[in-house]
């Protein structure tokens, strides 16, 4: 087998989930690192955490691919005393270079909204749009009701706790989503005919015009209808790998928690 570079993953994650899928507003791309630097380890997540990073030290990955960007806006000051400015000083000293495919990865065929479609046995899943785009919607098997259905989402996503809005005593048959928050897509999934939405992140007001608009609505947490593509991810590297012949190991996150507890 080859030997690879950060670039190689770099290209690797432009396929499975191109650059130009992103929202404007977003951060993806290689955001530490040299892209010709020598690797043969990767560590596959959802979030930079001070334990990913030293999980990656400890395995002596030389990289690392994220979900959700540890840089969002342009850096002034790198305060090495404060939680970002930290974690940038410890992947410079270790050469741990990151990479993040974010809202490319949540529309990319394949990607977060796909995989969560999947996990929920929704069928005919299709974009929003005609354009491949944020959220899925798709149509359950048979038809449930909200309370049957909110127990679906909370055994098919395997979180011990789940929000319902009820917005009446109507059956689910199609059901709209979005992982991660994803609140915003809610009346655009009732005018698409969706009885019911599934996403994270769902604010008061938010709940409140779903229940006006009469669309059932399960918030199971921005980390568990996301976290799914994690796994997933690291298969389709492993694939791309296998297909270049380079000798890259990946290794999965399965460490990671939702920052949330129920008390």
Known sequence: MSKANVQTVCDAMNRIAPKHLAEDWDNPGLLVGDPHMEINKILVCLDISDDIINRAVEIKAQMIVTHHPMIFRPIKHVRTDLPLGSKIRSLLKNDIAVFAAHTNLDSAVGGVNDVLAEKLGLVEV???????SLGRIGKLQREMSAK??????????????????????????????????????????????????????????????????????????????????????????????????VAIEVVEDETSKDFFNIM
Not at 126 to 132: C, N, Y
Not at 167 to 193: H, T, Y
Not at 194 to 199: G, I, L, P, Q
């Open 126 to 132: 299709k974009t929003f749009d005609e354009e491949l």
């Open 148 to 245: 049957e259905f909110a127990f679906h989402v909370k055994k098919s996503l395997k979180v011990n706790n789940i929000r319902l809005i009820n917005a009446g005593d109507f059956l689910i048959s199609k059901v709209g989503i979005c992982g991660g928050a994803g609140s915003e897509f809610i009346l655009k999934a009732k005018f698409l005919g969706a009885d019911a939405f599934v996403t994270g992140d769902v604010k008061y007001h938010e709940a409140q015009a779903a229940f006006d608009n009469k669309i059932h609505v399960v918030d199971a947490g921005h980390f568990a209808t996301e976290v799914p593509i994690v796994h997933v991810l690291v298969k389709k590297l492993k694939a791309e790998f296998r297909r270049l012949n």
